[in-house]
């Protein structure tokens, strides 16, 4: 600041005289009084008060006392600071002007003044690159903000600029009961209230303009999907799609009905700290209002879309302990194939196809397997069985014989400590406990119901037996097999291996059966579910 001290100029007396009269004349200037305060006068030696004076690039203020502010608000739009200099396209924080008697009344905000020193005011103004606004008094706002349609994030309290292009973790855009407007009504943005149920925090994006997305809908980001509601929270993990709509909850999954989905209805989106949609292979939990939450399992996901067995694929012959339907569909995914339920769940073990006609193993790894495959459990017991490695049918249960042995389906027929007779497709065949099938004509130890001897002569043309002989019975092979329709008398619930000739069956579930569910001589039997835990038979 340019400062100088009053000046006194004294005409000369030759110019008195040459004048006639005799006067002082004074320059303008500031001067600083016994307490440090500085003053103007003008040219007439008057105490300048109530207006602005300009010294060098600088505008200097004098109040009604003729003392130059610091530190003060002048007229409520314009600032000077410390030395007393109006400020220009700068910042400060501070009281506002009717506060500055009562520092209790609000706190302090930041303002800005433009280029001309007055404050702005109730507007929008990009500042070195970045977008800010302000209320009709001035002061910058800060967080969740609503103008008309559309909502903003302005930042903290020492922040104040609209967020771009960029993800934040912020509380729900619903204000908490200190915010309160003009007439005392809670402010509510993007629809959210105290009462919504929206996750308390959640992660928003805000798009190159500012806006928050609010889309419900999905959008892509830097390359990746994500999903949002209506509140802008983005979507995590389960969501329901039929209800993505649904304002009430930032995850969706559990605001319908425990069970009330289906695995079709619902997508998959990556865990909170990520968001994106999901593709590949997870192990997870269950989805609520599908009714697995329970359960940790395998699924596959394509682009957010659960891998699933599909209504095209019910097996409605077949049904768990539990009485209920279970649908099983074979997926080729990368060149490989798993077994799906209709639940999207990763199945593992033997599997029955209804689409295929047949069984399957997938390991615990659920990829399918080919070619024998030992220590495979079923009927509560392990077993070997023979899995097709051709085309067409590719991992399907191999239906008969193989290399010497019998196989019902892909399980290997054997017998348990001798020899055992099976019926298979309208014959009789003797196999061993290794499964071998016998070719010879002799004496064997037979273990059947009501057959169990030992030294038992067996007939046997090629691979087929065509008579038994014991010590006081003897059979015809069509004689066995009326024998064993006997023994079944009409209910092949009363299928089991311990009959005369014993019949081939695999167990998936507690007392459900797939075995021949018709048997009639001479002629190739039928082979299914026996359907005992069908709630409807």
Known sequence: MRKQTKLVAVLSAAALLAMGASMTSFAAGWEKDDSGIWHYYDSDDEMVTDEWKKDGAYWFYLDEDGEMLTDSWVDDEYYVDGDGRMLVNSWIKTLADDEEDDPDDGGEHWYYFGNKGKKVTDDSKKINGKTYYFNEDGEMLTGWHQDGDDAFYLGGEDEGWRAESQWLWLEKSGLDEDDLDDDDNLEVVLGCTEDDDCDD?????????????????????????????????????????????????????????????SVEDMRYYNAVEEGWRADGWYEMDGSEDVGTDGDTDWYYVDDGEIKYADGGYKDEATYDEDGKMVYVQRIKINGKYFAFNEKGQMQDGLQYINADSGF????????????????????????????????????????GLKDDYLYFNGKRLDADDDY???????????????????????????????????????????????????SNFEYTDDELVAEMINEINGNYENVTDDMILSVPFIQLYDDDLYTYTEIKENSTPTEG?????????
Request: hydrophobic share 25%; glycine share 12%.
């Open 201 to 261: 925090e959640g992660w928003y994006y805000f798009q190159s303009s500012g806006k928050v997305y609010t889309g419900a809908n999905k959008k892509k980001i830097n390359g990746r999907y994500y999903m949002f509601n209506n509140h802008g929270q983005m979507l995590y993990e389960w969501i329901n799609g039929t209800a993505k709509t649904v304002s009430s909850n930032a995850q969706l999954d559990g605001v319908a009905s425990a069970g009330s989905a």
């Open 420 to 470: 055992r007779l099976y019926y298979y497709d309208g014959d009789i065949y003797l196999v061993n406990k290794k499964g071998k099938v016998q070719k010879s004509s002799k004496k064997y130890d037979l273990e059947n119901k009501g057959i169990a001897e030992d030294d038992v002569e067996v007939t046997i043309s090629g691979k087929k037996v065509t008579k038994i002989k014991g």
């Open 360 to 399: 399957y193993y997938f390991d615990e790894n659920g990829y399918q397997k080919t070619g024998r495959v030992t220590s495979v459990e079923c009927d509560d017991d392990d077993y070997t069985f023979y899995f097709n490695t051709k085309n067409g049918k590719n991992g399907q249960g191999y239906k």
């Open 529 to 537: 579910w026996l359907g005992l835990n069908n709630p409807n038979k």
